[in-house]
């Protein structure tokens, strides 16, 4: 019986130590994804409407603003938002929609400053 007693014991070892690893590890990764925001948005420049560039010298091809955010509600106001923090990603990217045929839209960009990305 004293040999029974002694695996258990070992097993609940096992299974605190497992535990205390897994938990170790998922703070490294909040502490480690924390860090490297900290880091990436430390050297960030804004965006320059007046000028038409980005930080990094990019002209934008689209030359209007996106629209305000509190026009929208939910996710589109979501999305409004982060085009106005990143417009020249969005610019850069082309959208799938064919609005360029349809619309004259010059990249993804333009689908924001109008409400033709809110449909």
Not at 10 to 25: A, D, F
Not at 26 to 44: D, E, K, Q, Y
Not at 51 to 80: D, Q
Request: proline share 3%.
């Amino acid at each position: 019986m004293g040999k029974k007693r002694k695996e258990k014991k070992t097993r609940r070892l096992s299974r605190k130590r497992k535990r205390l690893y897994i938990g170790g590890v998922a703070v490294a990764l909040v502490a480690g994804l924390l860090t490297w925001n900290r880091i990436s948005t430390r050297g960030s420049t804004p965006y320059s409407a007046a000028e038409g560039t980005a930080s990094n010298g990019y002209v934008r091809r689209e030359t209007r603003t996106p629209l305000s955010p509190a026009l929208f509600v939910g996710k589109t106001a979501t999305a409004y938002r982060v085009a106005q923090e990143i417009p020249d990603v969005l610019d850069r990217l082309y959208c799938y929609c064919e609005c360029d045929k349809h619309m004259g839209h010059l990249t993804l960009l333009s689908c924001f400053v109008d409400s033709h990305a809110a449909t």
